[in-house]
C-alpha cells in the first residue's frame, strides 16, 4: 500500500478556502486517491475520490497532477462545522483501508 | 445513518474480561473492516473480511479475534481486556469495489 504524508494540522478562517496536499510517491497504478473526513467520536465519512485529473462534488474538489504523487483536497469558503480531521488514503477500491494519522483542520470565526 | 450498525454502542467492563461487538453492514456489501482508535489517536486498522473470509490483518493483538458469518454482519472479540483497550471501535463495510466504505457510529469500550 502506497504511504501517504499529509500536514497534522492546518488552521483556517470562515469563509476561506482551504487547500490539503496529501503525498504519495508510490502510488500504484490501480491505485485510487479517497478522502475522508472525521468529526470527534463520530466514524469517518466518505468525501470525494478521485484517480486522475480533477473531480469535484457539492462537497470538495480534489486535484490530481498528471505523475500521481500527490493530491490536494479542496474546501470552499470553509465553515466552523468543517472542523476535523481530514484523511487521505490511496489503495485500490477493493482493497484495505489504510488510514494515516490525517490533518486536522482548524475553522476560527 | 451510513447503514452500517455497530452494538452496543457503549461498554463498561473490568479488567481480564471478555467482550463482543457486533457489526451489521449496509445490506449486500461483502467487506466488513474493524479500527480501534484510542483518545486523540488515529484510526488502526484490525482486520478485513470479505464474504466471510479474513482478507487482511493489521494491528491487532492475539488477544483479539474476529468473524464474518454468513449473514455478513461481523463480530469482533476482545478477551483479557487491558485499561489500554479503552477505545472507540469502529466497523465499516463497502461493497465488492465500491468507491465508498460507510462506518458505523462506533463502540465505545471503557475497560475499569
Known amino acids: 500500500l502506497a504511504k501517504t504524508t499529509q500536514p497534522i494540522s492546518m488552521d483556517s478562517y470562515e469563509g476561506q478556502e482551504v487547500n490539503i496536499t496529501c503525498s504519495h510517491n508510490n502510488i500504484a497504478t490501480n491505485d485510487y486517491i479517497t478522502w475522508y473526513q472525521q468529526f470527534p467520536s463520530q466514524g469517518p465519512r466518505f468525501i470525494i475520490q478521485g484517480y486522475k485529473t480533477k473531480v469535484t462534488n457539492e462537497v470538495a474538489s480534489l486535484f490530481i497532477p498528471a505523475d500521481r504523487k500527490s493530491s490536494t483536497l479542496s474546501l470552499p469558503r470553509v465553515s466552523l462545522s468543517d472542523t476535523a480531521v481530514y484523511y487521505c488514503l490511496v489503495g485500490e477500491n477493493q482493497g484495505n483501508l489504510i488510514f494515516g494519522k490525517g490533518t486536522k483542520l482548524s475553522v476560527k470565526p | 445513518d451510513s447503514g452500517v450498525t455497530q452494538t452496543p454502542k457503549h461498554l463498561i467492563t473490568a479488567t481480564g474480561q471478555r467482550v463482543t461487538l457486533r457489526c451489521s453492514p449496509r445490506s449486500g456489501d461483502l467487506s466488513v473492516y474493524w479500527y480501534q482508535q484510542s483518545l486523540d489517536q488515529g484510526l488502526q486498522f484490525l482486520i478485513h473480511y470479505y464474504n466471510g473470509e479474513e482478507r487482511a490483518k493489521g494491528n491487532i493483538l492475539e488477544r483479539f479475534s474476529a468473524q464474518q458469518f454468513p449473514d455478513l454482519h461481523s463480530e469482533l472479540n476482545l478477551s483479557s481486556l487491558e485499561l489500554g483497550d479503552s477505545a472507540l471501535y469502529f466497523c465499516?463495510?463497502?461493497?465488492?469495489?465500491?468507491?465508498?466504505?460507510?462506518f458505523g457510529q462506533g463502540t465505545r469500550l471503557t475497560v475499569v
Open positions: 465499516a463495510s463497502r461493497a465488492n469495489g465500491g468507491t465508498e466504505a460507510f
